[in-house]
């Protein structure tokens, strides 16, 4: 096999240094500066001087040609009017070997940039790699129908924080969301000082009719924990000032139980590693005495400066001990740091991991820790591949670079023109249009909503998913008629499009990154 790449002249030595290991590949540096502006009219008359160069066909040389860059036509006419196979490659240099090393596994494409492909193929492939672990039977207890155990990736524990008090169709689209997140199983968290025993039956059966999938019951509350023992597949929690009355209702059922090292009835928190193993294994020895053997151990996850290495040295030794799956907490650290959850939880997986955790915890309480569920699922995924692997977690086909890049390769070719620069101002006087807009989004349905007024009277409503199909049917119904209009409405449906996909605030008007770091 024998390949042309041809790509412009800024992007020449990023190709080079990507392509250096194979001498099948060839690089043509076209006449241009940037090869996102090759169009295919170009690149027939860049092949046609090759050919004129070699005296031969360029496709008696190779078997096709990849093209570089942002190129945004269709490459089909190349081949139609050369004889010669022309794609597009990847839209990034540094993912080039990617494609050369998967030739086989994807379809060339003249429309489409390979790397989409590429992504997929390596996505299926560590999904593959998952689906075939869960198939196998290694050492684990079920909690309903879920293996969990040291060899199977670390289930996902989305908590519904106050479910008795949601609606029966609030609690649906909760539990709905959670799962269309990846939940693995399901908590619906009690109310502290309430006993809503009566409501756990009907709230386990909401969870089951619309998936089956396991299901905790977290309360402190010993009427709602032996209601609980009767419908749910696991329980938060066990601890030395309810135990002894629980373990009779423990000992004919198939519920699973989450054990801390506590008695919140005498108000024994314990914060030191040792302290709390040695609680654990009291408990924990109190249901084996007594032939109850579905246990998971909670040294309970401190929140950072409260505790938080202490504990972690805890889950630690507790696993030298006991070969029990462990419940972690990570709600208890990102609900209580004011950072993004979403390398927070990326970090806090890894950590669980390393600590041999078996369920890691999260409701998903606060604006800051939106999509925690999903990150800790995407998360678990992760690392569970780096430690099957025995690789670092990264380049696994599964990640959560959410808001940044991997790579960052931006062409800059304005320092290459002599021509004025002129410095951009803001105009101070605002002519208005006919008609106004007042942009919202509706986070239930996924849309962005565009409200026309027009004499301050509001006259229609145009939602889309995307800022491009509103405004594209603002054009076409003319009801913006000023360039400056225009501008603004693009830039204001942008900010919704954004704000939509990231679970970010938006007000019409206001910066969707104000605060102090981005200034």
């Known amino acids: 096999m024998k390949i042309l790449i041809i790509t412009g002249k800024l992007a020449e030595k990023r190709v080079k240094e990507a392509v250096k290991k194979y001498d099948f590949i060839d690089i043509h540096v076209a006449n241009i500066s940037v090869a996102a502006f090759l169009t295919p009219n170009l690149i027939i008359k860049e092949i046609k001087n090759l050919e004129k160069k070699y005296n031969k066909k360029l496709n008696q040389i190779y078997d096709f040609v990849l093209v570089t860059g942002l190129i945004r036509h269709d490459l089909k006419k190349v081949e139609e009017e050369t004889g010669i196979a022309c794609y597009k490659s990847t839209r990034e240099a540094a993912d080039i070997p990617l494609l050369i090393e998967n030739?086989?596994?994807?379809?060339?494409?003249?429309?489409?940039?390979?790397?989409?492909?590429?992504?997929?193929?390596?996505?299926?492939?560590?999904?593959?790699?998952?689906?075939?672990?869960?198939?196998?039977?290694?050492?684990?207890?079920?909690?309903?129908?879920?293996?969990?155990?040291?060899?199977?990736?670390?289930?996902?524990?989305?908590?519904?924080?106050?479910?008795?008090?949601?609606?029966?169709?609030?609690?649906?689209?909760?539990?709905?969301?959670?799962?269309?997140?990846?939940?693995?199983?399901?908590?619906?968290?009690?109310?502290?000082n309430e006993n809503?025993?009566?409501?756990?039956?009907?709230?386990?059966?909401?969870?089951?009719?619309?998936e089956d999938i396991p299901v905790s019951i977290d309360t402190m509350n010993i009427e709602e924990l032996k209601e609980a023992i009767n419908y749910a597949d696991l329980i938060l929690s066990?601890?030395?000032?309810?135990?002894?009355?629980?373990?009779?209702?423990?000992?004919?059922?198939?519920v699973a139980s989450?054990?801390?090292?506590?008695?919140?009835?005498?108000?024994?928190?314990?914060?030191?590693?040792?302290?709390?193993?040695?609680?654990?294994?009291?408990?924990?020895?109190?249901?084996?005495?007594?032939n109850i053997g579905k246990i998971i151990a909670d040294?309970?996850?401190?929140?950072?400066?409260?505790?938080?290495?202490?504990?972690?040295?805890?889950?630690?030794?507790?696993?030298?001990?006991?070969?029990?799956?462990?419940?972690?907490?990570?709600?208890?650290?990102?609900?209580?740091?004011?950072?993004?959850?979403?390398?927070?939880?990326?970090?806090?997986?890894?950590?669980?991991?390393?600590?041999?955790?078996?369920?890691?915890?999260?409701?998903?309480?606060?604006?800051?820790?939106k999509f925690s569920i999903k990150e800790l699922k995407t998360a678990s995924k992760m690392m569970f591949l780096a430690k099957r692997r025995n690789s670092l977690p990264k380049d696994l086909g599964i990640d959560l670079i959410n808001y940044k890049d991997k790579r960052f390769e931006e062409e800059i070719t304005f320092k290459n023109y002599n021509i004025p620069i002129i410095d951009a101002k803001e105009n101070e006087k605002t002519i208005l249009d006919e008609g106004s807009f007042k942009i919202e989004i509706d986070r239930e349905n996924k849309k962005i909503i565009a409200i026309y007024f027009k004499n301050n009277k509001p006259t229609l409503i145009i939602r889309g998913e995307k800022a491009k199909e509103i405004y594209d049917t603002i054009i076409n119904l003319k009801l913006i008629k000023r360039l400056d209009h225009a501008c603004y409405l693009g830039r204001e449906l942008s900010k919704a499009e954004i704000a939509l996909k990231i679970g970010k605030k938006y007000n019409q008007d206001f910066e969707l990154f104000y605060n102090d770091f981005w200034r």
């Open 299 to 369: 040294p309970i996850l401190e929140p950072i400066n409260e505790g938080f290495i202490d504990s972690l040295i805890a889950y630690k030794k507790f696993k030298e001990f006991y070969d029990f799956p462990t419940f972690f907490g990570a709600g208890n650290v990102s609900e209580l740091l004011d950072a993004d959850s979403n390398g927070v939880h990326a970090l806090l997986t890894a950590i669980a991991y390393e600590v041999r955790a078996n369920i890691i915890f999260s409701p998903e309480a606060s604006a800051k820790c």
């Open 238 to 254: 066990l601890d030395r000032g309810n135990i002894d009355t629980l373990i009779p209702y423990l000992k004919d059922s198939d």
């Open 103 to 192: 030739l086989d596994k994807i379809k060339l494409s003249t429309k489409d940039y390979a790397d989409l492909q590429l992504i997929d193929i390596i996505k299926e492939r560590a999904e593959k790699e998952i689906e075939a672990v869960e198939k196998e039977e290694f050492n684990h207890i079920k909690i309903g129908n879920l293996k969990v155990g040291d060899d199977y990736p670390i289930r996902v524990l989305g908590e519904i924080v106050h479910a008795p008090w949601l609606k029966k169709e609030e609690l649906e689209k909760k539990v709905m969301y959670y799962v269309e997140c990846g939940a693995d199983m399901i908590d619906l968290g009690m109310v502290s």
């Open 258 to 290: 989450v054990v801390l090292p506590t008695d919140y009835k005498n108000n024994i928190i314990p914060k030191s590693p040792d302290d709390k193993i040695k609680i654990l294994k009291e408990n924990i020895e109190k249901l084996l005495y007594n």
């Open 196 to 210: 809503n025993k009566d409501k756990i039956k009907e709230m386990v059966s909401i969870v089951k009719d619309i």
